[in-house]
């Protein structure tokens, strides 16, 4: 049932304020500034004793997960990375005692995914979950977890999914960062923050008409690149994965930083570039990198807090806490990417060679 949308894309996206607010709902201690999550089966002492965090996931999972590292480097001070599940197993990885794995998956069944869960648990790793899908095969494997609570998604991309594994794990990091260093006045401005996510969410989607007519404008793009950086790169890999999927337009995504290293040689007029540009510390670099790109003739659509004067176009977001800007960031892309794929009539949620779940290796 599509409850009036056209699209099961379309009605998920338009889900997120909901969902945020699942993912939220009845995790938040307000006494402690902090957040209890059930399952998570790691107590006080074991949090402390994490030295360092592994993420492992596929796809958008991966990427939530890339978001998920830094929310978790900047709040509990754990130094964090995400791989694709399936790089780390077959490079016969150094399983550490002392490091966390989390396994991301919406689907809790992605074959790469779960095959290295096995192969870290062999190797006797405690590995927690970060799942969407109740009682999964990636849910029943692992020691412990934090569900996502996005509801069933039935587009084969993922929208309303990744953004809940955002918020996850940025409950996960303030769990992590109450039982270190995080001050209780930061864990209450984390708090705050994530209490104000549905809201924002709601007005960003307000703003779809606007979001369509961008999509018409760049739709005639033989490829785009996505540019970011540190907290906004992340973004910019999902949204530009989310092109690809549904409209078939080539895309790359590059930290903002590596432009001039090589890919600023494909910038022209037929290259659009869509920059994350968050008002954080890296403001002034983000816009000198728009700047290169207008000098050699690029058109930039921008995602940022207030105007940008260097880009053609901006969708102006509203503002939370920088930790949190990404969630917020990734929104109107998602819009971007459906409707360019809707003006070049193409099956949204059927995109051609792809599957919901990746059950094969
Ligand atoms: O169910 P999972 O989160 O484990 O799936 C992982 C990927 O296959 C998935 O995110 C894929 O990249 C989607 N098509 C993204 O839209």
């Known amino acids: 049932d599509m409850g009036g949308h056209d699209t099961y894309m379309h ?6 304020a909901d969902a945020v607010d699942r993912v939220l709902r009845g995790r938040i201690d307000d006494r402690f500034s902090t957040v209890r999550l059930g399952g998570l089966n790691l107590d006080a002492r074991e949090a402390r004793a994490v030295r360092r965090v592994k993420i492992l996931g596929c ?26 599940a399936s790089e780390f197993r077959y490079r016969n990885p150094v399983v550490d005692p002392d490091t966390l794995y989390i396994a991301v998956s919406q689907s809790g069944e992605t074959y790469d995914v779960l095959a290295a869960v096995q192969e870290l648990k062999r190797k006797g790793a405690r590995v927690l979950g970060v799942v969407n899908v109740v009682g999964s095969a990636i849910a029943r494997e692992t020691d412990g977890g934090v569900y996502v609570h996005a509801g069933p998604e039935v587009c084969v991309v993922s929208t309303k999914c990744f953004t809940n594994t955002v918020v996850a794990f940025a409950l996960l990091a303030l769990h992590l960062g109450r039982t270190r260093d995080l001050s209780v006045a930061d864990g209450k401005r984390i708090i705050e923050g994530l209490r104000r996510l549905p809201a924002q969410i709601s007005e960003i989607l307000e703003r779809e008409d606007e979001i369509e007519r961008l999509a018409h404008e760049y739709a005639d793009a033989r490829s785009m690149m996505f540019i970011g950086r540190v907290r906004g790169y992340p973004v910019a890999l999902e949204a530009s994965l989310k092109l690809k999927e549904i409209s078939y337009i080539h895309a790359e995504a590059y ?31 983000n816009r000198a990198a728009l700047e290169e790109i207008k000098a050699r003739s690029g058109r930039i659509l921008a995602v940022a807090h207030r105007e940008q004067e260097k880009a053609d176009h901006t969708i102006v977001v509203p503002r939370n806490e920088v930790e949190l800007d990404p969630i917020l960031m990734g929104i109107p892309l998602q819009l971007l990417a459906y409707h360019t794929a809707l003006a070049l009539g193409r099956d949204i949620d059927k995109p051609r060679n792809l599957a919901k779940s990746v059950t094969v290796e």
């Open 59 to 84: 796809g958008t999972s991966y990427h939530a997960g890339l978001i998920g590292a830094g929310l978790i480097e900047s709040l509990a001070r754990v130094p964090a990375d995400s791989e694709p």
């Open 11 to 16: 009605k998920e996206i338009s889900e997120q």
């Open 255 to 285: 930290p903002a930083s590596e432009l001039k290293h090589g890919p600023l040689a494909l910038i022209e007029p037929a290259m659009p570039t869509v920059a994350v540009v968050p008002d954080d510390d890296l403001l002034e670099k």
